[in-house]
């Protein structure tokens, strides 16, 4: 029986001296969207800081849950998507004006 959360341990043998880029590991294209608010981000790319403020504001009201939806690619948090298999993760850190505050998707 293959143990996902360690097939690549199970597979030691059989991968002898093989090197990372010798695989094709299982991934995750943008990990962190399992989880995402309905609002648009601050600082989103492109967009000058005032128009991007007012639409992080109005963005719940209007489309928040559609967009979020159509933004979703992930259904299982990152430690459910390692002990399922999943060996590359795919995310990104964009920082925001708020203190001390990473955004990741």
């Known amino acids: 029986q293959l143990d996902l959360a360690n097939w690549m341990g199970q597979l030691a043998p059989v991968l002898g001296d093989a090197s990372i880029l010798d ?3 299982p991934g995750a294209h943008d990990t ?3 989880d ?13 800081p005032v128009i991007s403020k007012i639409l992080h504001s109005v963005t ?9 939806q ?3 690619t992930q259904g299982l948090k990152v430690t459910d998507m390692l ?4 060996r590359f993760i795919d995310f990104r850190i964009m920082y925001t004006d708020a ?7």
């Open 23 to 25: 695989l094709s590991l």
């Open 32 to 34: 962190m969207t399992y």
């Open 36 to 48: 995402l608010s309905t609002t648009l981000s601050e600082g989103y790319e492109g967009m000058g």
């Open 60 to 68: 719940p009201l209007l489309a928040g849950e559609f967009i979020r």
């Open 70 to 72: 159509q933004g979703q």
């Open 83 to 86: 002990e399922s298999g999943i």
């Open 99 to 105: 203190p001390d505050s990473l955004k990741s998707h």
